[in-house]
């Protein structure tokens, strides 16, 4: 079974894994050697190592122990079996510490990856490189001093409409600084995950050119299409002997959009030329003379409220327009991308060194599509349990990489557990992935094999901030999600695509309440929410700051 816990902030997230850990470790002699429990940081590591050996401490010397009836009725034994059984599994960790599987799951990856080195092309000896700056400048030195080869022509190229676009959109002149911020993109999974099909497609010059010229007749052709309906309209408003000023608007009339669009601009219509459509007498004011009414009448039916439609449907339909700009404005970038990576490849091959931003992904590559048991065969080592806290900072490759081995424990009816809280999603730079724990794991596996269960208790705070959180938590949502739902009904999705989203903000925060435990009913504690004016950050950092001493003044 696996069980999915969510846990808010004081939920007793560490004292349910310490129960569960125990539980495992109660199985069979030597337990803990077949448990892996990865968490992501060396200081959460340390307190889970050591919570668990001063309880197994607890017990074995008869101290007072939280989980004494938890492993009683688990096991059915009586209160000195389970601390005589304590005892010993206390003794083995102690002397095995090394097999006690606790561990950042960098540490892990590290681990498993020391058994892949000849597949990723590394010598035994190889060392890890924390410093992924030092490399990412190193690697663009490199790429600058080789742009007079001749080789260099296209990456010069792209360099240089690299620069002219930071020009034209007021961005300052420093090349090297735009680069190295570009080039940090290599470091993450979006870039990753399709770096390889990248860099094929940009040796392949042919196609890349056709591949250009595609997007800029999809670009020219809406572009001339928006210029002939501007041309159109304005034609009969010649015919009839009008001017865009003799419309509602005066000088200002919706209608001078005509000129605009034949100029070659391409801004979205007012939403009062979209009010124009089938509504003539939107077209007037009651100052009107009879004569010009009924002269805007005739334009109106003989193709000026067709051409108005015309606009507004080819602006209702710009999905691949923008696409097609967006992508031939950035393109280049990937090239860049691509050369820049060549480089890092480069010095890690020189060096004989691994990034550890790198080591997922090429984890995920060695092992995509193996098996458990070809990777516990290469590594030398069987595990039977996983457990994996603060599941939200997951990245995808990183659960890709796990999920064969929950899936090998599942098969053997084996307990795994995961545990996290989408609130707390602190690592997007690391490239973690909340949607993981707020769906994707219950679609990976099947329904039969997963366990959700909600932490509803908060240990940790007083009533009225647990009370305050849940109104907070409970109206948010609603409001974010009413917001994106505005611009989410005018988007180029469709219907069906739509409806996946329009109720995940919602859906992320529903299992967010949490109760207020006996031993705090009676603890009010304090909630004071004060708004500041300040224009800008210093200003309400500053006032903030200014208030403060009053607020605990007041507090005392």
Request: with cysteine.
């Amino acid at each position: 079974m696996l069980t999915v816990y969510r846990a808010s902030a004081g939920a007793g997230k560490t004292h349910k894994l310490t129960g569960e850990y125990l539980t495992l470790l109660f199985t069979g002699p030597g337990a803990f050697r077949r448990i892996l429990a990865v968490t992501f940081t060396n200081k959460a590591t340390d307190e889970m190592k050591t919570r668990i050996v001063d309880e197994l401490y607890n017990l074995a010397s008869g101290r007072k122990s939280d989980y004494v009836e938890l492993l009683k009725s688990t096991y059915s034994l009586t209160e000195v079996q389970v601390r005589k059984q304590a005892a010993k599994i206390l003794i083995d960790i102690l002397h095995d510490y090394s097999a006690f599987n606790i561990s950042t799951i960098d540490r892990f990856f590290q681990q498993t990856m020391r058994a892949f080195t000849r597949e990723i092309g590394l010598q035994g000896g190889y060392g890890i490189e924390m410093d992924q700056e030092l490399v990412l400048t190193t690697a663009i030195d490199n790429l600058l001093s080789d742009l007079e080869k001749p080789e260099s022509k296209d990456l010069l190229g792209w360099l240089l409409r690299f620069a002219e676009d930071k020009i034209e959109n007021g961005g300052e002149w420093n090349l090297r600084k735009d680069i190295m911020a570009l080039s940090r993109e290599v470091f993450k999974e979006s870039y990753k995950a399709f770096s390889d099909a990248v860099g094929r497609d940009i040796e392949d010059k042919k196609a890349l050119d056709d591949y250009k010229n595609e997007l800029y007749g999809i670009i020219r052709s809406v572009e001339a299409t928006a210029k002939e309906l501007g041309e159109r309209g304005l034609a009969i408003l010649d015919k009839y002997g009008l001017k865009v000023s003799d419309f509602k608007g005066g000088s200002r009339s919706p209608l001078t959009f005509f000129d605009r669009l034949v100029q070659g601009e391409m801004k979205e219509p007012s939403a009062t030329f979209i009010g124009l459509a089938d509504n003539l007498d939107g077209c007037f004011t009651k100052t009107v003379s009879l004569g010009t009414r009924q002269i805007i009448g005739c334009a109106f039916e003989d193709g000026l409220n067709d051409c108005i439609k015309g606009i507004i449907s080819l602006f209702n339909n710009l999905t691949a327009y923008n696409t097609a700009r967006e992508i031939v404005r950035y393109y280049y970038t990937l090239g860049i991308l691509t050369d820049v990576s060549r480089q890092i490849a480069a010095y890690r091959e020189e060096k004989n060194v691994m990034l550890i931003a790198d080591t997922t992904e090429l984890l995920s590559k060695v092992i995509g599509g193996s098996e458990a048991p070809f990777i516990y065969e290469k590594t030398g080592t069987h595990v039977d349990h996983y457990m994996i806290d603060e599941f939200q900072d997951t990245s995808g490759m990183q659960w890709n990489n796990f999920r064969p081995l929950i899936e090998e424990s599942l098969a053997h009816s084996r307990d795994n557990l995961i545990v996290g809280d989408v609130k707390q999603t602190i690592y997007r730079f690391r490239n973690s992935d909340w949607k993981l724990l707020d769906g994707q794991v219950q679609a990976d596996f099947s329904p039969e094999v997963v366990h959700e269960e909600t932490l509803k208790d908060n240990w940790r705070s007083c009533r009225n901030i647990v009370e305050f959180n849940n109104a907070l938590f409970t109206t948010l949502p609603g409001v974010l999600q009413a917001v994106y739902n505005e611009a989410l009904s005018v988007s180029s999705l469709s219907e069906e695509q739509r409806a996946a989203f329009f109720t995940k903000i919602m859906s992320a925060y529903d299992k967010s309440f949490q109760q207020v435990p006996p031993p705090f009913m009676q603890k009010d504690g304090h909630v004071r929410i004060e708004f500041l004016s300040g224009d800008n950050e210093k200003d309400w950092k500053e006032e903030a700051l200014g208030r403060l001493p009053g607020v605990l003044e007041k507090l005392q």
